[in-house]
Nanobody, 125 residues
Framework: VQLQASGGGLVQTGGTLRLSCAAS????????MAWFRQAPGKEREFVAA????????NYKDSVKGRFTISRDNAKNTLYLEMSSLKPEDTAAYSC???????????????????WGQGTLVTVSA
């Protein structure tokens, strides 16, 4: 499974961005997908996850109401719509695919077997 994230950039506080993650080489519609982020000097953290059908989503508390994760299984693409962006949202955002059942939760990075490269989001004050 190959994952290609895109859509990052520089935005002002309060602005919006939409990230995309294009998947290939697997059965995208069968996978739980997630976004994680890593800020400079900090550990990677969970942002949002969505089940294979899109029926269930999970979010980090600090992004609830501001970020929306979605997917288009016909296009093999995962999205993260980010609004009301804050400087603390600045990070490299990566998408990940959970291709088999694990003991870890959807918010745990250990659940995910495949990762895309990060796309950098910078929010200026």
């Amino acid at each position: 499974v190959q994952l290609q994230a895109s859509g990052g950039g520089l935005v002002q506080t309060g602005g919006t961005l939409r990230l995309s993650c294009a998947a290939s080489g697997g059965t995208f519609g069968a996978y739980t997908m997630a976004w994680f982020r890593q800020a400079p000097g900090k550990e990677r953290e969970f942002v949002a996850a969505i089940t294979s059908s899109g029926g269930t989503t999970n979010y980090k508390d600090s992004v609830k109401g501001r970020f929306t994760i979605s997917r288009d299984n016909a296009k093999n693409t995962l999205y993260l719509e980010m609004s009301s962006l804050k400087p603390e949202d600045t990070a490299a955002y990566s998408c990940a695919a959970r291709t088999y059942a694990t003991l870890w939760s959807r918010s745990d990075a250990r659940s995910y077997a495949f990762w895309g490269q990060g796309t950098l989001v910078t929010v200026s004050a």
